[in-house]
């Protein structure tokens, strides 16, 4: 049973965090030629934005290599079968989607004006309703007193 509004399980399990990310590219996009409003990072400084955005890159990666070495799954709906607390995860219990926003205010300093900007806290928020709720779920199910302490010890962005 679903709930009106709320994609069925099976459903929401077709579509994955990098397709959103790239979905708020796409958005960022559009509205740099639609509508780009006042500038607010001028050039040369805009270019910049590449440095928070490779960070990004290379995060993802790193945790990708790690969760790969520790048999555990990076798709949000498998099983966790490791909980990770180091590396990343000591800063943020959610490191891949806090680069994925690091990584769309880099798009956004290189694009350099003001209305594509209003795509990043619309990320976060379908990131977090979408994903991460049920992701926390998840861990806690898994991994019990262990996760709820790594929960009461490290912020869920940064």
């Known amino acids: 049973m679903t709930v009106p509004g709320e994609a069925p399980a099976e459903d929401a399990k077709r579509i994955l965090p990098p397709f959103i990310f790239l979905a708020a590219l796409v958005a960022m996009g559009v509205l740099y030629q639609v509508a780009p409003g006042p500038e607010v990072v001028p050039g040369p400084w805009n270019q910049l934005g590449w440095v928070p955005f490779a960070m990004a890159v ?19 709906y498998e099983q ?26 880099g798009v956004w300093m290189v694009l350099g004006t003001l209305t594509p900007g209003i795509v990043i806290p619309v990320f976060v928020v379908v990131i977090q309703r979408r994903f991460i709720a049920m992701e926390e779920k998840m861990l806690e199910d898994a991994f019990g007193d262990d996760y709820r302490a790594f929960k009461n010890r490290v912020r869920r962005w940064i």
């Open 80 to 105: 966790p079968t490791a909980l990770v607390t180091d590396g990343p995860f000591a800063f943020s219990r959610n490191p891949i989607y806090a680069g994925m926003v690091a990584a769309l205010v």
């Open 58 to 76: 290379a995060l993802a990666f790193h945790i990708k290599f790690r969760f790969d070495k520790l048999g555990t799954p990076i798709k949000p």
